[in-house]
Nanobody
Framework: VHLVESGGDMVQPGGSLRLSCAAS????????MSWYRQAPGKERERVAM????????SYADVVKGRFTVSRDDSKSTLYLQMNDLKPEDTAVYYC??????WGQGTQVTVSA
C-alpha cells in the first residue's frame, strides 16, 4: 500500500486548496478512504471520509460545508477540496486507508 499526498500550500484566510492522494499497491475502488489532519500540539483528527463507490461521505463538524471529499477510482486518487480556509485549518493533512496505512502528509498553512 502506497499513499502520496500533494497540493498543500500556504494560503490566505478565505482561500481554497485542493489536496490529492495518489494510491497504489491495492485495489483502490474497494476501500473506504479518509482524510485526517494534525495541527501542532494536537491529536490527529479525521476531517472527511468517503465510502468505496463514493456513495456516502461524512465530515467533521468544523469543516462541514467548506470541505468536499471525492474520489476518482479510474485514477486511484482521493481528493479534498477545501474552501473558505481558516487559520485553524493549518495542519499536516494525511490520506488514510484502513487498517493503519498512512501517506507522508502534506502541509497546509492558512495565514495572512
Amino acid at each position: 500500500v502506497h499513499l502520496v499526498e500533494s497540493g498543500g500550500d500556504m494560503v490566505q484566510p478565505g482561500g481554497s486548496l485542493r489536496l490529492s492522494c495518489a494510491a497504489s499497491g491495492f485495489s483502490f475502488a474497494d476501500y473506504v478512504m479518509s482524510w485526517y489532519r494534525q495541527a501542532p500540539g494536537k491529536e490527529r483528527e479525521r476531517v472527511a471520509m468517503i465510502t468505496n463507490g463514493g456513495t456516502s461521505t461524512s465530515y467533521a463538524d468544523v469543516v462541514k460545508g467548506r470541505f468536499t471529499v471525492s474520489r476518482d477510482d479510474s485514477k486511484s486518487t482521493l481528493y479534498l477540496q477545501m474552501n473558505d480556509l481558516k487559520p485553524e485549518d493549518t495542519a499536516v493533512y494525511y490520506c488514510y486507508r484502513a487498517t493503519g496505512h498512512w501517506g507522508q502528509g502534506t502541509q497546509v498553512t492558512v495565514s495572512a
